[in-house]
């Protein structure tokens, strides 16, 4: 029988991917300014979020849509095995590197994907990059979360989630980005309690080790680099005061543009938040923590702040879809949405797959 709400939730949470990386990017204007000021400014002057007509001409959708994509075409396709699924995504990463024109795709994924050979066996494995740590392997995660969101189905989210995870960002500051933001998806749909959601990737980040130990590869150096991303996230979970996922999250008295900018940045790796796979879903787990019940809050917040904003603005996005499907979301965010056809039938497939 078709669940007609998860449905619904389903088809939100992919198309509203892809408005939070549109607004986030405008054209490259906004995911590049480093003042959230300037972009609140900008915003008013146009008229505010209401405002704003998504299309693919002012507001192209950018890589980390395109990359969505590639991830759930390839999830919704016939495999019978992980090896012929990671070959599938492998080949979609590569295809969709020639829809990148004016969609500025970062160096990591762009330099990783050059690297893989779909057809040959273990062809998407890269070697091991101290420096993978970007939130390439996080911002194309969504669609796994969707698939494997019910919590008998954990084990796969983590497998396939640092799997493709690993073929652009062989670190664990990037992959576990990607398990981050598949988990979040899950929990999303789950309809689990947002305090809830940074104990449970903790919990969970266990059950990863366990995986990259047994799986074997690159071990030691996953170990030498496994504590930045949990010790960002406990520090993080300890300052918002709930560690424990009971208590409710504290936010600083004045929290607005210019003190998140400075927070965000302050989580950071190299001064961009949301520019690693450990704050590109800290950020957008803040933002969906400090918006309550307000859609425009949380694109205030996660789309336009002064870090990497179109990357932490499809995580948020996508968690509200998959909450609270459209609502609250005005028309002009999303009926002329680029690739909006496609969006929306990667919706239903994936509902149709979850659910059979
Ligand atoms: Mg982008």
Redesign the pocket.
């Known amino acids: 029988m078709v669940d007609s709400d998860l449905k619904k939730r389903f088809e939100a949470c992919n198309v509203l991917s892809g408005v939070g990386?549109a607004i986030g990017?405008k054209n490259g204007e906004w995911?590049f300014c480093r003042s959230g000021r300037r972009i609140h400014e900008d915003l008013y002057k146009m008229g505010g979020l209401e405002n704003i007509k998504v299309d693919s001409r002012n507001w192209m959708i950018?890589?980390?849509t395109v990359m969505h994509l590639a991830t759930s075409e390839a999830l919704v396709s016939k495999w019978e095995s992980l090896p012929e699924l990671y070959s599938k995504i492998a080949q979609k990463y590569v295809e969709c590197m020639r829809d990148m024109a004016g969609?500025?795709p970062g160096l990591t994924c762009s330099a990783s994907v050059q690297r893989l050979r779909p057809q040959v066996d273990k062809g998407w494995y890269i070697p091991f990059n101290p420096r993978g740590g970007g939130c390439g392997a996080a911002?194309r995660a969504v669609p796994i979360g969707l698939l494997y969101w019910k919590p008998e189905e954990i084990l796969l989210l983590i497998t396939i989630s640092i799997e493709s995870g690993r073929m652009t960002h062989n670190n664990p500051t990037g992959y576990l980005g990607a398990m981050a933001v598949a988990l979040f998806v899950s929990y999303a749909v789950q309809k689990k309690p947002l305090k809830e959601w940074g104990a449970g990737l903790i919990v969970t980040l266990e059950k990863a080790w366990e995986y990259i130990e047994n799986e074997g590869r690159d071990v030691e150096e996953n170990r030498g680099a496994w504590d930045y991303f949990k010790k960002s996230w406990t520090d993080y979970l300890s300052l918002r005061g709930i560690t424990d996922g009971i208590s409710k999250p504290k936010f600083p008295d004045t929290y607005k543009v210019s003190e998140r900018d400075k927070f965000y940045k302050s989580v950071s790796f190299a001064g961009t938040g949301g520019a690693s796979g450990h704050d590109a879903p800290m950020i957008a787990y803040d933002a969906l923590l400090s918006a309550g019940d307000s859609w425009e809050e949380l694109c205030l917040r996660s789309m336009l702040h002064g870090g990497d904003s179109?990357?932490t603005g499809i995580i948020a996005a996508a968690c509200w879809g998959g909450m609270n499907g459209y609502r609250d979301v005005p028309e002009g965010h999303y009926k002329k949405l680029e690739y909006l056809d496609r969006l929306k039938t990667q919706g239903k497939k994936l509902y149709e797959k979850s659910t059979k």
Do not use: H, I
């Open positions: 990386d990017y995911e950018s890589d980390d969609r500025a911002m179109d990357s």
